[in-house]
């Protein structure tokens, strides 16, 4: 199902404007530009190499950039994660980036780990992310490490959900895992969209992105080259010839 007719048409929550990053003397990332808007899942599609990671990257400002990153209108800092993390913009990095020797309760306070004291909040954060992976609920005593590669991804998306993010950012959730897990977590993350979060989600499997979508960012060798209504792909060549255009 897509989120096209259900999306709020708003001033955008997060908008980047002419973002370029480089590693070195290697452009690789070209004046990119996109926006999310409350309720809404954007994806950022593309091939391995396109700059993706980058994007996600110069976002956070974890890396150099140029450019403007505007969050509900005001500039973020260019090289400032802390800022950025504590404004509501969040990212759940490729790998996961869970901490493998601590338990699964461990993980998710540490996500919480502003809220201090208030152990009402606390508990309103715990229950918006058991409604979501009733699974780590079970595993509260668990060690991270010791869970599965679907379990560590829902930990890391609960986990980020624990700082209650004004826009998640998502950096190949899918990536390594079994087809029924990766349906489930793109589920969820589809229903996040739905109670009004915006979304980027980076990701490779395009077909399952493009169902969740609103609109999708098509990007190759670090530039982004089109702008895709997911309504008017039907398949994988159609896909393609927005790459050669």
């Known amino acids: ?20 990053a480089r590693y070195g003397h290697v452009e690789a990332l070209k004046s990119a530009e996109l926006s999310v808007s409350d309720g809404e899942l954007v994806a950022v599609l593309g ?6 990671s980058t994007l996600m990257r110069a976002i956070m400002g974890l890396i150099p950039n140029e450019g403007e990153v ?39 306070e540490l996500g919480a780990y502003r ?36 379990e560590q991804q ?20 899918a990536l390594g895992l079994a087809p029924r897990v990766t349906g489930e977590i793109l589920e969820t993350l589809g229903r996040l969209s739905l ?17 969740l979508a609103c609109r999708a960012y098509l990007l190759s060798l670090g530039r982004i080259v089109a702008t895709i209504d997911p309504r008017e792909v039907q398949s994988h060549d159609e896909l393609a010839k927005y790459y050669f255009a």
């Open 115 to 150: 809220v201090g004291r208030d152990r009402t909040e606390m508990q309103r954060r715990f229950d918006r992310v058991f409604t979501l992976f009733p699974r780590l609920k079970e595993r509260l005593k668990q060690l991270a490490g010791s869970m599965s590669g679907g």
């Open 70 to 108: 505007r969050f509900m209108g005001k500039t973020l800092p260019r090289r400032d994660p802390e800022t950025a993390a504590a404004t509501g913009v969040v990212l759940v990095p490729e790998g996961r980036g869970i901490f493998g020797p601590m338990t699964v309760m461990e993980n998710l």
């Open 154 to 173: 829902m930990l890391a998306i609960g986990r980020a959900l624990m700082s209650d993010p004004k826009v998640l950012l998502l950096d190949e959730p």
């Open 47 to 52: 091939p391995n190499g396109a700059g993706k």
């Open 1 to 20: 199902m897509t989120m096209a007719d259900g999306a709020r048409q708003s001033v955008p929550v997060l908008q980047v404007q002419g973002l370029c």
């Open 195 to 211: 109670t009004g979060l915006p979304v980027i989600l980076v990701e490779q499997k395009a077909p399952q992105a493009l169902k």
